[in-house]
């Protein structure tokens, strides 16, 4: 204890269940030596792009995470998935794009990996991998498939 006592300058009582600085609320008010305002400013700056960051993957996490659900109710629209996030489709489509990314990009992309997985991995008949991804018809599924792969799911 004794070195504790030397080290902190103050009482010390060790053993206890929390351990804490106990400090009268004064010492809050004294001038730090080492204070550099323009330091805090840049940090606290990178901390708000930091959130900005970690909202903007959420928000693009949830909204693909909602595409993947509506998908297999037959479609989803951003109107679908913004009454799900509980805000109007005007709404989630700014936020979507001061994220950089569009709803439709979104939809899309969701559709192709998919579409990739279930013809690599399982063997689902075409007609079911067309419903699944979200298509009416097999025709436009083909069409679609060709575009983003450069093959027809058949090949």
């Known amino acids: ?11 010390t009582i060790l053993g206890m269940p929390r351990y804490a600085l106990v400090f009268d609320a004064a010492v809050l008010d004294k001038p730090s030596r080492h204070a550099a305002p323009e330091l805090l400013r840049m940090h606290e700056s990178l901390a708000r792009r930091q959130l900005a960051e970690v ?7 949830q909204v693909r995470e909602l595409i993947g659900e ?6 989803a ?28 990009d979104l939809v899309t992309d969701y559709r192709c990996r998919l579409a990739k997985e279930l013809l690599l991995k ?12 979200g298509f009416s018809e097999p025709s436009t599924f083909y069409r679609a498939f060709k ?7 058949v090949e």
């Open 55 to 61: 909202e903007r993957l959420d928000l693009v996490r």
């Open 147 to 153: 575009r983003w792969v450069g093959e027809t799911p």
């Open 122 to 133: 399982t063997d689902e008949r075409i007609e079911v991998i067309v419903e699944r991804t």
């Open 1 to 11: 204890m004794e070195r504790y006592r030397a080290v902190y300058g103050c009482p």
């Open 77 to 104: 629209t951003l109107e679908q998935v913004a009454a799900r996030l509980g805000m109007p489709a005007r709404r989630l489509r700014e936020r979507l794009a001061m994220a950089g990314v569009r709803f439709n």
């Open 70 to 75: 509506l998908l297999v109710d037959g479609g």
